[in-house]
């Protein structure tokens, strides 16, 4: 079977699966993977042969005759007929590497510029080239890096205290009159449930016989960023009912409220409430809009208080007074938040323990009543603050 009767009984199939019942789906759906199997393999024999005989000519075994620089519609007709399989070959590494030879030099194999569409194009560009989705950019993946991850069954216990009491200075004879008091030590505990987090998209049997490969990268991308974004998402701001406590629904150890008019005097402010045992390794997490609102802040010199530098990986820094910030789009910025509400704060992120007593995979299925090929993933999460003890909100004014 050749590539050209290939593509005619996989057009054929597509018609027939418009009436079809599941069984006969199925028995069209086997049949279209072997094709699309067999095709591969003929294009891989057939870059083979290329590539033989092109080591010929660049040897002179064969002759071969310059390329004409026109060449009439009729021609090209006769091209496209006799050469329904090239859509096939623009997506081999052969084409792609005429392609590129033709955008240094010009130049192009004579197999390959036969695909012109008019006497006036050199070239067709790739598909492999404009083989891509456009996705909405969106902001994650800076907070869930930095929490601490565990993978235990669900209902394991995180134990917590304090120190109870302080020591105390004493003399020899109240040591021997009095002894020494001795204090219990008060311990309490954390408890991780398991919810379940689950997500799954699916890719049509007609888009899935066209092989756009395009579809398929995309999905199985778009499964795990909706894991990653909601776990990210629950960390700030999960109810704790149905899914991790976020940290804003914790009660924070200090709280600080901005002035009407951000100043100097609200940086120092931030700085002096953060208890000094929790200082080393605390961030503050913010929306990076709101990140500007603080950059326009400057001491009494007029240097700003806030600074953006770039990493060695080429993405930005943020840091106020020496504070590193994260940037996050889970939180509000500082113009569209209500007055008192929380529009940063800060924490030790490792103290956010997110334990997932079922890891986030990711399978494929067909659905049998659609014919669509299912791309789905499962968690079972949760996730808690374990020490509050450091945290403080910062909160716009609320006058």
């Known amino acids: 079977m050749t590539l050209q009767e290939i593509e005619v009984r996989k057009a054929e199939i597509l018609e027939e699966s418009a009436t079809a019942d599941l069984e006969t789906l199925k028995l069209l759906n086997e049949e279209m993977d072997d094709l699309n199997r067999y095709a591969k393999k003929l294009e891989a024999e057939g870059a083979e042969k290329r590539k033989a005989i092109a ?74 080239v404009l083989n891509q989705i456009v996705e909405k950019l969106e902001s994650y993946g800076n907070i869930l890096p930095l929490v601490t991850k565990m993978s235990y069954p669900a209902g394991v216990a995180i134990p917590t205290s304090e120190l109870a009491s302080p020591a105390v200075w004493t003399t020899e004879n109240d040591l021997a009159s009095t002894g020494v008091a001795v204090e219990g030590k008060v311990t309490g505990s954390v408890t991780f449930a398991a919810y379940p987090l689950v997500k799954a998209i699916g890719l049509s049997f007609l888009a899935r016989v066209q092989t756009l490969s395009a579809f398929e990268a995309a999905i199985a991308n778009n499964v795990s960023a909706a894991m990653a974004k909601a776990m990210e998402s629950a960390i700030i701001s999960g109810t704790g009912s149905g899914q991790p406590k976020g940290i804003l629904k914790e009660t924070a150890a200090k709280t600080v409220e901005l002035s009407k008019t951000l100043a100097y005097d609200d940086i120092i402010k ?22 500007y609102t603080f950059l326009a802040i400057t001491d009494k010199q007029g240097q700003p208080v806030a600074r953006m530098n770039q990493g060695i990986d080429g993405n930005p820094n943020y840091e106020i007074f020496g504070t590193r910030v994260i940037v996050t789009d889970w939180m509000k910025d500082y113009d569209a938040a209500g007055k008192g509400e929380t529009v940063a704060f800060v924490v030790q992120l490792d103290k956010y323990v997110m334990n997932t007593a079922y890891d986030v995979d990711l399978v494929t299925y067909i659905d049998n009543a659609t014919r669509n090929k299912v791309y789905q993933s499962v968690a079972a999460v949760d996730g808690k603050l374990v020490d509050k003890n450091g945290l403080v909100f910062i909160n716009k004014s609320n006058t």
């Open 55 to 128: 080591a010929k000519i660049n040897a002179g075994e064969i002759d071969s005759s310059p390329i004409e620089p026109e060449t009439n519609k009729k021609d090209i007709v006769e091209v496209r007929k006799d050469n329904n399989d090239m859509k096939n070959q623009l997506d081999t590494i052969e084409y792609r590497n005429a392609f590129m030879e033709f955008a240094k030099t010009g130049q192009m194999n004579e197999e390959f510029r036969a695909v012109a569409m008019t006497s006036a194009n050199s070239a067709v560009i790739p598909v492999t």
């Open 270 to 291: 931030i700085k002096k409430t953060i208890p000094s045992a929790y200082r080393t390794g605390a961030v503050i997490v913010m929306n990076e809009a709101t990140f």
